[in-house]
């Protein structure tokens, strides 16, 4: 069972960035996938998490310092997470990881999830 997160780097206040996170060993599709984030000094916090109903029905959830501004999606065909940042600030500056979570709830505590990637790094400055 593995998570690799992959698509960070240095953008600009204003600018985007797409994270990816490819899942293997499990099946993908069953899980509720999320994001979260760490910034220096601060607490892993929960950013998105998303879970597929059937057909083409998905649900997500964000936090609120980043609603608007990110999107999370999958694709469950490629076992692979997605989350798109756009007008970033650097306050959202931080190591981003994604994370599994059983069961069918959209939850945000990190404690619900069970396996974790190593993480990639968002950075944001000019």
């Known amino acids: 069972v593995q998570l690799v997160e992959s698509g960070g780097g240095l953008a600009q206040p204003g600018g985007s960035l797409r994270l990816s996170c490819t899942a293997s060993?499990?099946?993908?599709?069953?899980?509720?996938m999320g994001w979260f984030r760490q910034a220096p000094g601060k607490e892993r916090e929960f950013v998105a998490a998303?879970?597929?109903?059937?057909?083409?029905?998905?649900?997500?959830d964000y936090a609120d310092s980043v609603k608007g501004r990110f999107t999370i999606s999958r694709d469950n065909a490629k076992n692979t997470l997605y989350l798109q940042m756009n007008s970033l600030k650097p306050e959202d500056t931080a190591l981003y990881y994604c994370a599994r979570a059983p069961g069918r709830a959209l939850v945000a505590v990190l404690q619900a999830y069970d396996v974790w990637g190593q993480g990639t790094q968002v950075t944001v400055s000019s």
């Open positions: 998303t879970r597929w109903s059937g057909g083409s029905t998905y649900y997500a």
């Open positions: 060993g499990f099946t993908f599709s069953s899980y509720v």
